[in-house]
Nanobody
Framework: VQLQASGGGLVQPGGSLRLSCATS????????MAWYRQAPGKQRELVAT???????NYADSVKGRFTISRDNAKNTAYLQMNSLKPEDTAAYYC???????????????WGQGTLVTVSS
């Protein structure tokens, strides 16, 4: 199983970006999906989570600006980021709890980071 994050780039303050997290490989079921970020010199922090039924939660720092969503048919998660601020600059990582077969437990999978830079 692999997670592929994409959509990062350079954007001006106040701008928007949409990140995608596509999964591939043998997947029986995906439970929670999430986005984390890690700024230079800082610890990785949770940005947003979404359950398989679509219930979302957000870090206080992104509430009202970011929206997490998922397409269960495509096993893909998204992060719509609006009103971006310089402090949002970080590598963004996607996460998913995945069961690869009916008899296996859920396991943690991570995508590679996609860099978001917010600067004028």
């Amino acid at each position: 199983v692999q997670l592929q994050a994409s959509g990062g780039g350079l954007v001006q303050p106040g701008g928007s970006l949409r990140l995608s997290c596509a999964t591939s490989g043998r997947i029986f079921r995906i439970d929670a999906m999430a986005w984390y970020r890690q700024a230079p010199g800082k610890q990785r922090e949770l940005v947003a989570t979404i359950t398989s039924s679509g219930s979302a939660n957000y870090a206080d720092s992104v509430k009202g600006r970011f929206t997490i969503s998922r397409d269960n048919a495509k096993n893909t998660a998204y992060l719509q980021m609006n009103s971006l601020k310089p402090e949002d600059t970080a590598a963004y990582y996607c996460y998913a709890a995945i069961r690869v077969r009916v008899s296996s437990p859920f396991a943690d999978y991570w995508g590679q980071g996609t860099l978001v830079t917010v600067s004028s």
